[in-house]
């Protein structure tokens, strides 16, 4: 009998440390997903020796940074800062999209913001 009452002494305790365990599980969890959900990304343009580019920072920290024009041949930079923000602007949607964080050739084209090669060669330039 002494057993049965030092077992129910024990059985209260135990089920409320579980109880506050899963609470705090819990909290910790429905936090972390909050943060996730709710993380700042920002866009900002650059200015680097090539020209413009951009970086995307995700809670403050670099997550894109482009300082030359992606996806064509050549290490060129954005010639004005309005072109790397046109394009960073696309690769900034699909990051809150949750897609890839990348352009191809053809949505730089349609931007407007291809460089001419001739006029990165040129004497003037």
Known sequence: ?????????????ALMLVAIGVFVYVGIRRREQWKK?????ELRAIQTPKGWGYDILAGGKIFVHQDIIPAIPGEHGFRTKEDALAVGKKVYDRVMAGQI???SVQEIKDLGVYPDSAAQNSPAH
Do not use: F
């Open 1 to 13: 009998m002494t057993k049965k009452i030092s077992l129910r002494r024990w059985i209260l305790p």
């Open 37 to 41: 959900a709710h993380m700042l990304i």
């Open 101 to 103: 964080p990348m352009v």
